[in-house]
């Protein structure tokens, strides 16, 4: 599967403003300068939005079939609740891998969701082909989401050098036949 932007309506799907929400605050860009939210969501796997969750699991539940599975004809499974993560400005989020390095296994597709604009360092940097290594930065905006092989394709994160935080989510799904089963991956 080639990446994809996908465009989606957020007033429809309000991911960001139930982020702000939860956090307490107007600008996710700007939390790094805030103590109390970087102290509370150090762990890439565990955070406060991660508590919030059953908030907005309805319309993530929607936004996963309604999108997605027009897009590739269906869903077996994917990763409910999904991957909440913060790449706070001077600091690196992740190192760079292909999912099938921490055993996940092919056919799985992943989808990535900013709720902030990304670019250059405060992006997801993805290889052009599976072993490439030439790793460019993924430019977007609110309301479009990146939908690509995260099994196969070497991705990762650089040292956040701009002054924007980014946030975003992200998960897993295995195209197929339904009813599409929510799992935890």
């Known amino acids: 599967m080639e990446p994809t932007i ?16 939860a956090l307490g605050v107007t600008c996710l ?3 790094h300068e805030i103590e109390r939210i970087k102290t509370l969501n150090r762990s890439p ?16 539940r929607s936004f ?4 997605l599975g027009d897009m590739v004809s269906g869903i077996s499974s994917y990763q409910s609740p999904p991957s909440f993560r913060f ?3 001077g600091r690196s989020s992740s190192v760079f891998h292909r999912d099938r ?4 296994e092919d056919g799985r597709i992943n ?12 992006s997801l940097w993805l290889e052009s082909d599976i072993g490439a290594k030439n790793y460019k930065p993924i430019v977007l905006k609110l309301g479009q989401a990146l939908i690509f092989d995260g099994v196969n394709l070497g991705h990762g994160s650089m040292i956040n050098t701009t002054d924007s935080t980014r946030v975003s989510f992200d998960f897993r799904f295995l195209p197929g036949l339904g009813p599409a089963m929510a799992t935890s991956y």
Do not use: M
């Open 45 to 60: 796997t565990t955070n406060q939005l991660s508590q919030y969750f059953p908030e907005i699991e309805d319309s993530y």
């Open 87 to 89: 790449h706070y400005c």
């Open 29 to 31: 860009e700007r939390i």
């Open 111 to 122: 989808v990535w969701v900013p709720l902030t604009s990304v670019w250059g360092e405060n």
């Open 6 to 21: 996908l465009n989606f309506n957020p007033k429809k799907y309000k991911f960001r403003e139930w982020a702000c929400e």
């Open 101 to 104: 390095d921490f055993g996940v």
């Open 64 to 67: 996963v079939l309604e999108l």
